[in-house]
């Protein structure tokens, strides 16, 4: 049975992104084994414990399905590049080793010998000589991996430097159909997402609040507006949320607002006008605090 070369690119990322989602939430449940260990142990061994589970999440799929979990769930395996049959064991292991354990051999090993010289002018020039090599080898390492996944995009072969330095790759086990794709639907995913970027960055740029205050000051009944200035009444309630004010402050009428309830009204609408006694604010400046005592304020018509 032949077996297709081509992989797609979008099944390669999806089967990464998948094995990254399967650790995290497996990394949690194994958290939760250690829980109860004194602290002590946890941060002496905590990194190793971390390393040797990575590595049997890494190693035990590569060894037992020549992929891992996530590859297999879209039928890819590990294959040589020129020999076309399964990648070898010790490829898989060097693949393992490398994706894992040397970040954790130079963090735990080579770092903490450095650091266990005596403290003298030699072992601390040799220590800001790692700092410098270190920082080197990963603006390298980063730009390697930047033209790799360029290389990726365009021929969709080897998603990662290890991959490309081993000539290893998934390839499908089993012929793959075609995937037909309807341009209604397309038109619709697009449109859908072309409007809610439209909304996500206009709808910060409207002044709600200002709009808001205008209908209620226009468009409002005027026998409700004007039944505060007919009768008498006590301002022991905030106007815009009416509940009792918290850190009360006016703004030079005879109603009680609260201090965030106020502020935050006239940070949006600087030239806010009180609702129940049209008096206009004047920005910040008008905002004045109130004693608890004055609470109850009597307005006669």
Same mark, same amino acid.
């Given at each position: 049975?032949?077996?297709s070369?081509?992989?797609?690119?979008?099944?390669?990322?999806?089967?990464?992104v998948?094995?990254?989602e399967? +650790?995290?939430l497996l990394?949690?449940q194994y958290?939760?084994a250690f829980?109860?260990?004194p602290?002590s142990?946890l941060?002496?061994?905590?990194p190793e414990?971390?390393?040797?589970?990575?590595? @049997?999440f890494?190693?035990?799929? @590569? +060894?037992?399905?020549?992929?891992?979990?996530g590859q297999?769930?879209?039928?890819? +395996?590990?294959q040589e590049?020129?020999? !076309?049959?399964?990648?070898?064991?010790s490829?898989?292991?060097?693949?393992?080793?490398?994706?894992?354990?040397?970040?954790?051999?130079?963090?735990? @090993?080579?770092?903490?010998?450095?650091?266990s010289?005596?403290n003298?002018e030699?072992?601390? #020039?040799i220590l800001?000589?790692?700092?410098?090599?270190e920082?080197?080898f990963?603006?390298?390492?980063?730009?390697?991996s930047?033209?790799?996944?360029?290389?990726?995009?365009? #021929?969709?072969?080897?998603v990662?430097?290890?991959?490309?330095f081993?000539h290893?790759?998934?390839?499908?086990?089993?012929?793959?159909n075609?995937?037909?794709v309807q341009?209604d639907n397309?038109?619709?995913?697009? @449109?859908?997402?072309?409007?809610s970027?439209f909304l996500g960055?206009?709808?910060?740029?409207i002044?709600?609040? #200002?709009?808001?205050?205008?209908f209620k000051?226009?468009?409002? +009944?005027?026998?409700?507006?004007s039944?505060f200035?007919? !009768?008498?009444?006590h301002?022991?309630?905030?106007?815009?949320?009416?509940?009792?004010?918290?850190?009360?402050?006016t703004i030079g009428?005879?109603h009680?607002?609260?201090? !965030?309830c106020?502020s935050?009204?006239?940070?949006?609408?600087?030239?806010?006008?009180?609702?129940?006694?049209?008096?206009?604010?004047?920005?910040?400046?008008?905002?004045?605090?109130?004693?608890?005592?004055k609470?109850?304020?009597?307005?006669? !018509?």
């Open positions: 049975m032949a077996v070369r081509f992989v797609r690119r979008v099944d390669q990322l999806d089967a990464i998948l094995d990254e399967l +650790q995290t990394n949690i958290r939760k829980k109860y260990l602290n142990i941060a002496r061994f905590g414990l971390d390393i040797i589970f990575k590595l @049997l890494k190693y035990m799929p @590569l +060894q037992i399905l020549r992929c891992t979990f297999n769930l879209f039928q890819l +395996q590990y590049r020129y020999k !076309y049959k399964p990648a070898s064991d490829k898989l292991r060097l693949l393992a080793f490398a994706n894992v354990c040397l970040p954790w051999f130079w963090d735990r @090993l080579v770092r903490k010998i450095i650091l010289l005596p003298n030699l072992s601390n #020039k800001d000589v790692s700092y410098v090599l920082r080197k990963y603006a390298c390492y980063q730009t390697m930047l033209i790799n996944f360029c290389i990726f995009l365009q #021929k969709s072969k080897y990662s430097v290890v991959e490309r081993l290893i790759r998934p390839v499908y086990t089993e012929p793959q075609i995937r037909s341009n397309v038109d619709r995913e697009l @449109l859908w997402h072309g409007l970027e960055f206009t709808l910060p740029l002044n709600l609040p #200002k709009i808001k205050g205008f000051r226009n468009c409002m +009944q005027r026998s409700y507006k039944h200035k007919k !009768y008498f009444v301002n022991n309630t905030c106007v815009i949320c009416n509940n009792i004010p918290n850190f009360p402050h009428c005879a009680v607002f609260c201090y !965030y106020i935050s009204t006239l940070l949006a609408d600087p030239f806010y006008v009180c609702l129940d006694c049209d008096v206009n604010a004047n920005g910040m400046e008008s905002l004045k605090p109130l004693a608890s005592n609470m109850l304020i009597v307005e006669k !018509y």
